[in-house]
């Protein structure tokens, strides 16, 4: 299991650094999940289960593989994965704030 911790590393040009929507921490936990925390202290759980698992999954097919779906990362504030893989941060942010957890599906 990896933490990420310094979302200070990640800095772009037109992206604002204290979105409360901007992750600082992430944990892979077992079963495609992820524990996440915002930069204003938001924490909660993402299940991307279904969304992997799905035959509807497209591009998030690849992260079904264990060693793959490891490998995640925060950059500019949003999760992401090798091969350009990447997790919309407001959307999950706006879920977790409101119940604690994101499925997206």
Known sequence: ?????NASQNRAAGII???DW?????KVLPEFRLEVRFQDG??????????ILSKTA????????PQIFS??????????????LDLAPDAMYEAIKGTGAWTPE
């Open 17 to 19: 650094p204290c979105a």
């Open 58 to 65: 497209g591009v998030f097919a690849a992260l079904r593989d």
């Open 22 to 26: 901007r992750l600082v921490a992430i």
């Open 42 to 51: 938001t924490r909660g759980t993402v299940d991307l289960s279904r969304l």
């Open 1 to 5: 299991m990896r933490i990420q911790t």
């Open 71 to 84: 490998q995640a990362r925060i950059e500019y504030g949003a999760v992401t994965w090798p091969g350009e």
